[in-house]
């Protein structure tokens, strides 16, 4: 792959500087949460600035911006370390604060008919309202616009208060199977977010062109394979409205099963869902809907990392990208499984470029795991 350029964009996206010789570069995509970059080079200190935004070629959906400018002056001369976040950082600089008249905030909003709608369009509600034209104007982010909504994706609804929106915006992706991303629009000098789908591409279907990663293929060099359960959990008791044995308490299993599990494979755990009620209505979030939103954070951890051949049957960004679900096959491992790309690396150096991919689940985020820490309100 061609060692891209890399533009500096100030704030209102216009051009400050054109780099095309660096050390290093590791750039990381998230279909569902916020990517991260690692630059070193050297010189061009006046234009790493925090805030300022890098882009790789003319390329608007590989950006990010900086958050931290580490110079280095040594004997070998003056060197700088860039870091910072791909623009979906953006989402983690905001809350989601409840309506004005409400206690949370939630989409569809109460005792309103349909009670579900497509992930699409919650996830653009979310952002319209705490990042975008929506929101107050201090909390609005200049250039800003949110692509018209096609209702793509699972209908079901959701709600929160005062939680991070990134946070919020990862957990409703991995629950409806979707991504998002902020690109850049050079033309018009704009930030746009915009939904993901993936493409299908495994091999059980016959309507876009199959991928199969596989070293037999030599479409990946190596592969490392995780299979973890240490926090899954399948069934969840969740407490709504009231106190004590007046309490409404329901329990709700893990939405991929068909029966609830039993014996050895029952794994339960208990969710506070505040003054939800029990029962399924047309117009509310019920105790069902919330537990069944919560236990996707406690699946199981199925999660692939291959480091990915250019020399293979399948090109990155030609045959395959992030967010496409596609077919893994190891035959030492006995392993035929559909994952989808759920990360990419792409490593950068002025001779070489190595590019490695996670597919499946990724780690548990860390707020997730602060939050699981917490003490519930039985």
């Known amino acids: 792959m061609e060692i891209p350029t890399i533009k500096v964009l100030d704030k209102n996206l216009k051009l400050l500087d054109e780099i095309d010789v660096y050390t290093s570069l590791d750039f990381v995509r998230s279909w569902q949460g916020i990517g991260s970059f690692n630059l070193v080079v050297c010189g ?30 040594s004997e070998k001369g003056t060197g700088i370390t860039v870091s910072g976040q791909t623009l979906n950082g953006f989402t983690f600089q905001r809350i989601v604060k409840p309506y004005a008249d409400e206690d949370y905030f939630a989409v569809p909003r109460p005792n309103v008919i349909p009670a579900v709608i497509s992930a699409e369009y919650i996830l653009k509600q979310y952002v319209s309202y705490n990042l975008g034209e929506n929101a107050e104007i201090s909390r609005q982010l200049p250039n800003f616009i949110i692509a018209e909504n096609q209702n793509r994706g699972l209908e079901t609804n959701w709600y929160s208060r005062y939680s991070v929106l990134s946070e919020d915006l990862q957990t409703i992706c991995e629950y409806c199977d979707c991504g998002y991303e902020i690109y850049v629009d050079l033309n018009r000098r704009k930030f746009v977010f915009e939904y993901l789908a993936g493409i299908d591409r495994s091999v059980d279907q016959n309507i876009n062109s199959r991928v199969i990663l596989s070293k ?46 039993t014996g050895f494979d029952r794994f339960e755990t208990f969710f506070d869902c505040g003054d939800l009620l029990s029962t399924e209505t047309d117009t509310a979030i019920s105790l069902k809907q919330e537990g069944q939103h919560r236990l996707d954070e406690y699946k199981e951890i199925k999660s692939l990392t291959a480091e990915i051949s250019q020399a293979g049957s399948f090109l990155y960004g030609k045959q395959w990208d992030l967010g496409d679900l596609v077919t893994v096959l190891d035959k030492k491992w006995n392993l035929m499984q559909n994952l989808r790309v759920a990360e990419v690396k792409e490593s950068y150096e002025p001779d070489s470029f190595r590019l490695s991919a996670t597919l499946g689940t990724l780690p548990k985020r860390l707020g997730s795991v602060l939050k699981s820490l917490k003490s519930p309100v039985k």
């Open 216 to 261: 037999e293929f030599e479409s990946v060099k190596n592969i490392s394979y995780t299979h973890d359960v240490s926090n899954y959990k399948n069934v969840a008791y969740c407490g709504g409205y009231g106190e004590g044995i007046n309490r409404a308490v329901v329990a709700v299993r893990s939405k991929e099963l068909s029966e609830n599990p």
């Open 44 to 73: 061009h200190e006046k234009s790493f600035q925090n805030g300022n935004i890098i882009m790789l070629g003319k390329d608007g959906h590989k950006c990010g911006i900086i958050r931290t400018v580490n110079p280095v002056d």
